[in-house]
C-alpha cells in the first residue's frame, strides 16, 4: 500500500481532513485500521465517540497526509457528526454491501454532506466486506491490490453483480447510485485488504491542488453554530467555568 | 436440595426463602392479617401514619398471599450445580430504601476527616500501633489544606482496647493444634493450600465466561443451551420497567424471555402493593433487585457476596447507562412511551456492561471497596508530574488524569470538583477492560456522561495511549500481543467544551513533551514495570498471603501483588470470596464491628476497621491470631510510611 518513506526527494506535502461515516458496524474502523496498520481484527467491539489518526500517503507529485475521523456508527452519536465532516476536504461514507439498510444510511450521510459540508468535499461511497459476498465472481472484482500507483481513473474498475452468498447490495445499483451524485466509488474488504489503499489513493487524486493548503493545513479548531452544542453540553453554568477560575500555579 | 419443580417441595422451599421489602421483612401471616386490616385505607398515601397498626405497612389492595406466585419455570434455579461458593448471605437488615446515592455513603463521607484524626490523637494511639509517629512531620506541604477542616472523631482507646481483646491467646493454641492435625493428615504442607477444593466450583468457575451457543433455528439443541445458561454463577438482568429486556450478561432474548417475564412479575406484584422487592433467595441463589426510575436491575449470584455488594454492582451498570445517555435523555425516552425500547440508543454499550459485569464476576478489589488503586511513586516524583500537569493545563480543561494499566498516576482538577470513584471506575473499564477504544490506535474523543460528577450532561474526553518507550510518537500501532496488557499508559483530558479536541491534544503534546524532559516517562515506566509489591517485600517474614488496605479519607486503597499465591483467576476468586465475606461481616448494620476474625479449615483472616482506613488480610492457618494481628500492624505501620506513595493525596487542583 501506498506508505510514507518510498521518496526521500522532499516532495509538497499537505495534510486532508477526512471523514469517514456510515451506519455500526459497516465497517469504518477496520477499514482505517487496514489503511493505517495495514491490519485488521475479527469481532472488533465497536467504536465510542470517534478516533482520530494520521496515514501517509504517497503519490508521484506530492504527499498527502490524512488526518482521519473515524467516526462511531451508532445513532446517539449522529449529532456529533457535523463538527468532524465540517472543514472535512474528503468524506468515506460506507455501507455494507450485505445490508440493504446501510446503503440507505449511506444516502442520508451523503446527503446531508452536500447539503452541510464545505462545497468541495470529495466523497467517496465505499461498500464494504467483500470477502463475504465473493463466492464465483471474485475474478473481476479488482485487477488486484498491487497496483496502487492509483490513477484518477481508479474508480472505473467494474465489479460484477453476481449475486452471491451474503450479498444484498448489487454493485450495480450503487455504482448508478454513486454516479448520479458524482462519487467516488469503491467495494472493499478490509478484511482481505481489496481496494482499500486504492479508496485513500482516489481521494487524493481528486482533492484538487487548490484547496491543499500547508502540511497543517485547515485543521478544525473553528467554531461550529451553537444550536448543535446547547442540545448536548448541558453542564451546568459552574462547571462549565470551573476551569477557568483559579490560576494556573 | 430444594426442586422447585417438585410440587412437594415448594413448601419447603417458601420457608428457605427470604423475601425482602422495603418495610421492615415480615412473616407470610402478618402479611395476610394486615392486609385485611388496611383494606379500607387503599389510596391513601399517608396510609402509614393513619393507624399505629399499620405503621410499619403500606397499604396494599386486595389480599395478596403471603408470597409471590412460583411458576413453573423458576426451576432455574436448583437446576445448577452446588457450589462452595454456597451463598452465605449477611441480609442487611436495614437496608435504607432505594436512592439515587451512586456508591456506599460511608466511603465518601470520611473524606478528609480522617487524615485529621490521626495527627490529633496520635498521642492516644501510640500503644497501639505508633501510627502516625513518624507521619506528623511529613504532614506539613499539601495535606494542609485537606487537614484545616477535618473534624475529629475520637476512636483511639476504642480501637485499643477492642484489639486487646481480640487478641487474647486463648483461642490460637485450639487452632495451632487444628492446624497440625492437618498437617499430618494431609502430609503436604497445610500452609501452602489456602482454599479447600472445591471441584465443582472450579468447574463452574472455569466455563463462567464462555459465550453460550447460538439457539439452533429448530430448536435442537435448546436443552444443552439452557443447561449452559444455568451453569453460569453470575447474571445481571437490566429491564425496563416495562418489561422490555434491555440487558443480560448470558443467553440471548430468545432465552431470558421466560426469566425476564418472571422477573418482571415478582418486582410488579410488589410494586402493585407500593412496596418494593429487594432481594430474595431461592436455593443457593441470591436475587438483588435495585429498580432505578425506569429501570430495575437485577443481579443473580451464587458466589459469596452480601446484598450490598450486589446493590454496589447493578449501581455501577446503572451509572454505565447514564453514562451513555444522561439522565434526562434516558427519562424522556421513557416519558414518550413507557415501553420504549432503550436497547436502540444503547447499541454498542452492551461491551461496556458485559467488562463491567465480568470485571465483577471475577473479583474486583476496587468495586469491593469503591476504592482506586494508585501507581506507586515516590512523593516527590508523583510532585513533579502534578506540576507538570498544572503547568500545561489548557484553559478549557475540567480534569486530566494519568492512568497507568488501571492505576491512576496522577490527576489534575479544579478545586470544587473531586474525581466520584465510581466515574474513573467507568472510565478505566471503558479503556481497560472493554478493548473498543484501546484497540482501536490512535487518539479517541469520546462523549461521555459522568453520573457522579453531573448526570444530566455530556463531557468530552481525550484519550491517547502512550508508548513508552518513544512516548513522543503516537501510538498507531498496538501490536495485537499487547492487547490487554496492564501496563499501557493513558493520558486521559476531559472537557466540556465539545470543541476542545485539538485544544486537548495540544495540551497532551505538551504535557508528554515536558515529562520526558524531567524524567518522569521514565520513573512512570519505571513504576509500571514493577508491578505491585509482594507482601514479604512490603514486610520481610510477614506470614501474610495477601491483604487490601482502603484508606477511607482518599477513596483509595493499595494491595500487594497477586503473585505468587494466586495466580489464576480462580485462585483470585477464591480470594475476593473471602474479602467479600470479610467485607460484608464487618460492615453488618447496625452492630459495625471494628475487627473480625475468621478462620477456616485452610486460612485464617482479619477485617478491621476504623475511620481511617479498612484492612483486610489473610494466611495460611498455620498462623496464629496474635501473628496475624501482628502483621497487620505492621501493614499498617508500613502504609502510614508510604503513604503518600501508595496514595495520591490532593493532587493537582487548580
Given at each position: 500500500m501506498a506508505d510514507s518513506g518510498a521518496a526521500s526527494a522532499p516532495k509538497p506535502s499537505s495534510s486532508v481532513k477526512l471523514v469517514l461515516l456510515g451506519e455500526a458496524a459497516v465497517g469504518k474502523s477496520s477499514l482505517v485500521m487496514r489503511f493505517v496498520n495495514n491490519d485488521f481484527q475479527e469481532n472488533k467491539e465497536p467504536t465510542i465517540g470517534a478516533?482520530?489518526?494520521?496515514?501517509?500517503?504517497?503519490?508521484?507529485?506530492?504527499?498527502?497526509?490524512?488526518?482521519?475521523?473515524?467516526?462511531?456508527?451508532?445513532?446517539?452519536?449522529?449529532?456529533?457528526?457535523?463538527?468532524?465532516?465540517?472543514?472535512?476536504?474528503?468524506?468515506?461514507?460506507?455501507?455494507?454491501?450485505?445490508?440493504?439498510?446501510?446503503?440507505?444510511?449511506?444516502?442520508?450521510?451523503?446527503?446531508?454532506?452536500?447539503?452541510?459540508?464545505s462545497p468541495g468535499i470529495v466523497i467517496a461511497l465505499v461498500g464494504n466486506k467483500f470477502d463475504l459476498a465473493s463466492a464465483n465472481p471474485a475474478s473481476d472484482a479488482s485487477t488486484g491490490g498491487d497496483d496502487a500507483d492509483g490513477t484518477a481513473t481508479a474508480e472505473e474498475e467494474?465489479?460484477?453483480?453476481?449475486?452471491?452468498?451474503?450479498?444484498?447490495?448489487?454493485?450495480?445499483?450503487?455504482?448508478?447510485?454513486?454516479?448520479?451524485?458524482?462519487?467516488?466509488?469503491?467495494?472493499?474488504?478490509?478484511?482481505?485488504?481489496?481496494?482499500?489503499?486504492?479508496?485513500?489513493?482516489?481521494?487524493?487524486?481528486?482533492?484538487?491542488?487548490?484547496?491543499?493548503?500547508?502540511?497543517?493545513?485547515?485543521?478544525?479548531?473553528?467554531?461550529?453554530?451553537?444550536?448543535?452544542?446547547?442540545?448536548?453540553?448541558?453542564?451546568?453554568?459552574?462547571?462549565?467555568?470551573?476551569?477557568?477560575?483559579?490560576?494556573?500555579? | 436440595m430444594n426442586r422447585l419443580s417438585k410440587p412437594e417441595d415448594l413448601a419447603s422451599l417458601g420457608s428457605a426463602s427470604t423475601l425482602q421489602t422495603e418495610a421492615t421483612p415480615q412473616s407470610g401471616d402478618s402479611i395476610g392479617k394486615k392486609d385485611f386490616a388496611t383494606?379500607?385505607?387503599?389510596?391513601?398515601?399517608?396510609?402509614?401514619?393513619?393507624?399505629?397498626?399499620?405503621?410499619?405497612?403500606?397499604?396494599?389492595?386486595?389480599?395478596?398471599?403471603?408470597?409471590?406466585?412460583?411458576?413453573?419455570?423458576?426451576?432455574?434455579?436448583?437446576?445448577?450445580?452446588?457450589?462452595?461458593?454456597?451463598?452465605?448471605?449477611?441480609?442487611?437488615?436495614?437496608?435504607?430504601?432505594?436512592?439515587?446515592?451512586?456508591?456506599?455513603?460511608?466511603?465518601?463521607?470520611?473524606?478528609?476527616?480522617?487524615?485529621?484524626?490521626?495527627?490529633?490523637?496520635?498521642?492516644?494511639?501510640?500503644?497501639?500501633?505508633?501510627?502516625?509517629?513518624d507521619r506528623i512531620g511529613s504532614d506539613a506541604d499539601d495535606s494542609i489544606s485537606i487537614k484545616s477542616f477535618a473534624p475529629t472523631i475520637d476512636i483511639g482507646g476504642d480501637a485499643e482496647s477492642l484489639l486487646g481483646e481480640v487478641l487474647g491467646d486463648q483461642e490460637k493454641d485450639v487452632i495451632k493444634v487444628l492446624g497440625k492435625q492437618f498437617d499430618g493428615m494431609s502430609g503436604l504442607s497445610i500452609s501452602d493450600v489456602l482454599f479447600s477444593e472445591d471441584a465443582q466450583?472450579?468447574?463452574?468457575?472455569?466455563?463462567?465466561?464462555?459465550?453460550?451457543?447460538?439457539?439452533?433455528?429448530?430448536?435442537?439443541?435448546?436443552?444443552?443451551?439452557?443447561?449452559?445458561?444455568?451453569?453460569?454463577?453470575?447474571?445481571?438482568?437490566?429491564?425496563?420497567?416495562?418489561?422490555?429486556?434491555?440487558?443480560?450478561?448470558?443467553?440471548?432474548?430468545?432465552?431470558?424471555?421466560?426469566?425476564?417475564?418472571?422477573?418482571?412479575?415478582?418486582?410488579?406484584f410488589y410494586q402493585g402493593m407500593s412496596d418494593v422487592l429487594k432481594s430474595f433467595t431461592a436455593g443457593d441463589v441470591r436475587f438483588v433487585v435495585m429498580s432505578k426510575g425506569p429501570l430495575n436491575l437485577v443481579a443473580i449470584t451464587k458466589l459469596v457476596e452480601s446484598d450490598a455488594q450486589l446493590r454496589s454492582q447493578l449501581d455501577a451498570l446503572y451509572m454505565q447507562i447514564l453514562s451513555t445517555l444522561t439522565?434526562?435523555?434516558?427519562?424522556?425516552?421513557?416519558?414518550?412511551?413507557?415501553?420504549?425500547?432503550?436497547?436502540?440508543?444503547?447499541?454498542?454499550?452492551?461491551?461496556?456492561?458485559?467488562?463491567?459485569?465480568?470485571?465483577?464476576?471475577?473479583?474486583?478489589?476496587?468495586?469491593l471497596l469503591t476504592a482506586l488503586e494508585c501507581l506507586k511513586l515516590r512523593k516527590s516524583h508523583r510532585q513533579v508530574v502534578n506540576n507538570t500537569l498544572l503547568k500545561t493545563r489548557s484553559e478549557n480543561l475540567l480534569y486530566g488524569l494519568i492512568v497507568a494499566g488501571g492505576k491512576l498516576v496522577s490527576v489534575v482538577r479544579p478545586k470544587k470538583h473531586s474525581l466520584h470513584p465510581g466515574d474513573l471506575h467507568l472510565i478505566f473499564n471503558m479503556l481497560f477492560e472493554a478493548g473498543s477504544v484501546k484497540a482501536g490506535g490512535g487518539e479517541n474523543w469520546i462523549p461521555l456522561c459522568l453520573p457522579g460528577f453531573n448526570n444530566t450532561g455530556f463531557l468530552y474526553m481525550y484519550v491517547s495511549f502512550l508508548n513508552l518507550d518513544s512516548p513522543t510518537e503516537q501510538v498507531e500501532e498496538r501490536p495485537a500481543s499487547s492487547h490487554g496488557a496492564k501496563d499501557e499508559v493513558a493520558i486521559l483530558l476531559i472537557s466540556a467544551n465539545k470543541e476542545g479536541f485539538f485544544e486537548l491534544r495540544e495540551m497532551r503534546d505538551d504535557l508528554v513533551e515536558q515529562l520526558q524532559k524531567n524524567g518522569s516517562i521514565e520513573l512512570i515506566r519505571t513504576a509500571v514495570k514493577k508491578g505491585r509489591m509482594s507482601c514479604t517485600d512490603i514486610v520481610p517474614?510477614?506470614?501474610?498471603?495477601?491483604?487490601?488496605?482502603?484508606?477511607?479519607?482518599?477513596?483509595?486503597?493499595?494491595?500487594?501483588?497477586?503473585?505468587?499465591?494466586?495466580?489464576?483467576d480462580l485462585d483470585r476468586r477464591r480470594l475476593l470470596n473471602l474479602y467479600h465475606n470479610?467485607?460484608?461481616?464487618?460492615?453488618?448494620?447496625?452492630?459495625?464491628?471494628?475487627?473480625?476474625?475468621?478462620?477456616?479449615?485452610?486460612n485464617i483472616s482479619l477485617a478491621w476497621m476504623t475511620p481511617l482506613f479498612e484492612l483486610y488480610c489473610v494466611a495460611p492457618i498455620t498462623t496464629s491470631r496474635t501473628a496475624l494481628a501482628q502483621a497487620a500492624n505492621k501493614i499498617i505501620q508500613w502504609v502510614r510510611r508510604e503513604e503518600e506513595r501508595v496514595f495520591i493525596i490532593g493532587g493537582a487542583v487548580f
Open positions: 478516533a482520530f489518526l494520521t496515514q501517509k500517503c504517497n503519490l508521484p507529485t506530492r504527499t498527502i497526509k490524512f488526518e482521519i475521523w473515524d467516526t462511531a456508527g451508532q445513532e446517539r452519536f449522529a449529532s456529533l457528526a457535523p463538527m468532524y465532516y465540517r472543514n472535512a476536504q474528503a468524506a468515506l461514507v460506507v455501507y455494507d454491501i450485505t445490508k440493504a439498510s446501510s446503503l440507505q444510511k449511506a444516502q442520508h450521510w451523503v446527503a446531508e454532506l452536500q447539503r452541510q459540508a467494474e465489479d460484477v453483480d453476481g449475486e452471491s452468498d451474503a450479498r444484498k447490495v448489487p454493485t450495480k445499483t450503487a455504482k448508478a447510485y454513486a454516479d448520479e451524485e458524482a462519487l467516488l466509488f469503491f467495494e472493499t474488504s478490509a478484511k482481505t485488504g481489496l481496494n482499500v489503499a486504492e479508496v485513500f489513493t482516489a481521494i487524493a487524486n481528486a482533492i484538487p491542488e487548490t484547496s491543499l493548503k500547508g502540511p497543517r493545513g485547515v485543521g478544525g479548531q473553528t467554531n461550529l453554530g451553537r444550536q448543535e452544542d446547547s442540545a448536548r453540553v448541558n453542564l451546568t453554568g459552574a462547571n462549565a467555568q470551573g476551569p477557568k477560575e483559579g490560576c494556573a500555579c | 383494606e379500607n385505607s387503599i389510596g391513601n398515601e399517608n396510609g402509614a401514619s393513619t393507624a399505629t397498626s399499620v405503621e410499619e405497612q403500606p397499604s396494599r389492595e386486595g389480599t395478596p398471599p403471603p408470597l409471590p406466585p412460583r411458576p413453573k419455570n423458576l426451576q432455574l434455579l436448583d437446576g445448577r450445580p452446588q457450589t462452595s461458593g454456597s451463598l452465605k448471605v449477611s441480609r442487611p437488615s436495614l437496608q435504607s430504601k432505594a436512592t439515587t446515592q451512586l456508591s456506599f455513603a460511608d466511603t465518601q463521607s470520611y473524606s478528609d476527616e480522617s487524615r485529621d484524626t490521626i495527627s490529633t490523637d496520635a498521642g492516644k494511639l501510640k500503644s497501639f500501633t505508633h501510627l502516625g509517629k466450583f472450579s468447574q463452574a468457575f472455569e466455563h463462567e465466561f464462555d459465550e453460550i451457543e447460538d439457539m439452533a433455528a429448530d430448536g435442537s439443541n435448546e436443552e444443552a443451551i439452557v443447561t449452559q445458561w444455568r451453569s453460569k454463577l453470575k447474571h445481571f438482568l437490566i429491564l425496563s420497567s416495562a418489561g422490555k429486556p434491555i440487558y443480560s450478561r448470558h443467553g440471548d432474548d430468545q432465552l431470558i424471555t421466560n426469566y425476564t417475564g418472571v422477573v418482571q412479575t415478582l418486582i410488579s439522565l434526562p435523555s434516558m427519562e424522556r425516552m421513557f416519558a414518550n412511551r413507557a415501553n420504549y425500547d432503550l436497547r436502540r440508543p444503547l447499541q454498542g454499550t452492551k461491551t461496556l456492561l458485559s467488562a463491567l459485569a465480568d470485571g465483577f464476576t471475577r473479583g474486583s478489589p476496587s468495586t517474614g510477614s506470614p501474610l498471603r495477601h491483604f487490601l488496605y482502603k484508606s477511607r479519607g482518599n477513596v483509595q486503597f493499595t494491595m500487594p501483588s497477586f503473585e505468587p499465591h494466586f495466580t489464576s470479610l467485607h460484608s461481616n464487618i460492615h453488618t448494620r447496625p452492630t459495625h464491628p471494628k475487627v473480625h476474625h475468621a478462620t477456616s479449615t485452610t
